[in-house]
């Protein structure tokens, strides 16, 4: 009898999210109403930051912080080449050009070396993730003399150095979609601690009476998603904590093949961090061979973002697309399920024969 398969995202709900939807519905604010308003100051408390402008969406708080920074077509905005496809669409939306530059093995994160090798004089922002949970080097960034905003979809409650994740530079930016570490379907917002970058933000998520403009589209959040938002902002500290268990099971059991000279190396866990992904580099292997084995055992991987590198400069982030398999680590994994996905992949990286 085959085992039951172990999905690699699953959303952590209750009653509270049908009770909080229920409430809007009968409410009759099913849109820039009282929910939205509450998520906006929760979410600046918890970011520790003076604004709150809630979006539509992660790819269109990512656009609106570049409105917000003054980015025009032509300009170059700095992106890291192991990332989301959300991050130069973003860019590109505006007219201006996304330039890759390469990324720390290991931690993934932007290199500031790389980044200031790619600096130009159109140069106008960076955008810094926070890969995978574990924190970029925003003050290295931050020192290159170009805004940068702080991609917080994956660490959102971290504190590093006494900072919250969101406040350590001008602009950062969130992501509720259902995979996030919050998930309300849909739905972003951008932080800021600057009054003249959210009132820019906030005119530009609606086009309603205001003058033609192409940068001014329908990006308002709908009360249904903020009060989504709302519950898993509520239950994040306790979905933290679970994360963090579940990784410490992987690590126990894994780490002792995950040596020099071993079939695969394990994610850095030795620094704060939030385990929003659990993503296995694999050194014999393709990723693709490796997602098709663990299949084979019930447990659904993926590659943690799509490839959408189109240049040979950065080799770094070449390797992580090749190598890097992205398993389950959700709150409601059971012991059950984990055992499982342990076994799976002592089993994947077992020598052929």
Request: hydrophobic share 45%; proline share 7%.
């Amino acid at each position: 009898m085959s085992r039951p398969r172990v999905p690699h995202n699953a959303l952590t709900h209750g009653p509270e999210e049908l009770g909080a939807v229920a409430r809007v519905v009968s409410s009759g604010y099913w849109a820039g109403g009282p929910a939205v308003a509450r998520l906006e100051s929760s979410l600046a408390d918890a970011a520790g930051v003076d604004h709150a402008v809630a979006v539509a969406s992660g790819l269109g708080a990512l656009r609106l912080a570049l409105v917000a920074l003054g980015v025009r077509p032509g300009d170059e905005v700095i992106v890291p080449a192991y990332s989301c496809v959300a991050l130069p669409t973003a860019v590109a939306a505006l007219g201006a050009r996304p330039v890759p530059a390469d990324v720390v093995p290991g931690s993934w994160n932007l290199d500031p070396s790389c980044v200031e090798q790619a600096m130009t004089r159109q140069t106008r922002a960076i955008i810094a993730v926070h890969t995978f949970g574990l924190p970029a080097d925003i003050e290295a960034l931050a020192s290159l003399g170009v805004p940068v905003i702080e991609d917080c979809a994956h660490c959102f409650g971290l504190e590093v150095g006494g900072a919250r994740a969101g406040s350590r530079s001008d602009i950062a930016i969130l992501s509720f979609y259902a995979t996030k570490l919050m998930g309300a379907g849909e739905g972003g917002a951008v932080l800021t601690g600057r009054g003249d970058l959210a009132e820019r933000v906030r005119q530009h998520r609606s086009y309603v009476d205001q003058p033609v403009d192409a940068t001014r589209l329908n990006e308002k959040m709908s009360d249904v998603t903020a009060a989504l938002a709302s519950c898993q902002l509520e239950r994040l500290p306790r979905m933290i904590e679970a994360r963090n268990r579940i990784a410490a099971a992987y690590h126990r059991a894994l780490v002792p093949a995950a040596t020099a000279d071993g079939p695969y190396a394990l994610p850095a866990g030795d620094k704060p961090r939030v385990w929003y992904r659990y993503a296995i580099e694999s050194r014999r292997a393709g990723a693709q061979q490796v997602i098709a084995r663990l299949a084979a055992a019930g447990v659904e991987s993926d590659l943690p973002v799509w490839n959408w590198l189109d240049s040979d400069d950065c080799p770094v982030a070449r390797q992580a697309y090749h190598s890097l398999v992205s398993r389950p680590i959700y709150p409601s994994l059971t012991t059950a399920q984990i055992e499982q996905v342990i076994d799976a992949v002592k089993r994947a990286f077992e020598p052929a024969g």
